[in-house]
């Protein structure tokens, strides 16, 4: 996943199971949280 707003972020996400997936998306959504979006 890449967002785009400034800065260049590439999200590198792997299935290893659901806990390693749910993991990321916590990640990323905190990453955006703390970006303001």
Do not use: C, H, P
Not at 10 to 35: H, M, P
């Amino acid at each position: 996943t890449k967002v785009m707003d400034g800065n260049l972020v590439k999200v590198v996400a792997w299935y290893d199971n659901e806990w390693g997936y749910s993991s990321r998306v916590v990640d990323l959504i905190a990453f955006l949280a703390q970006k303001g979006l």
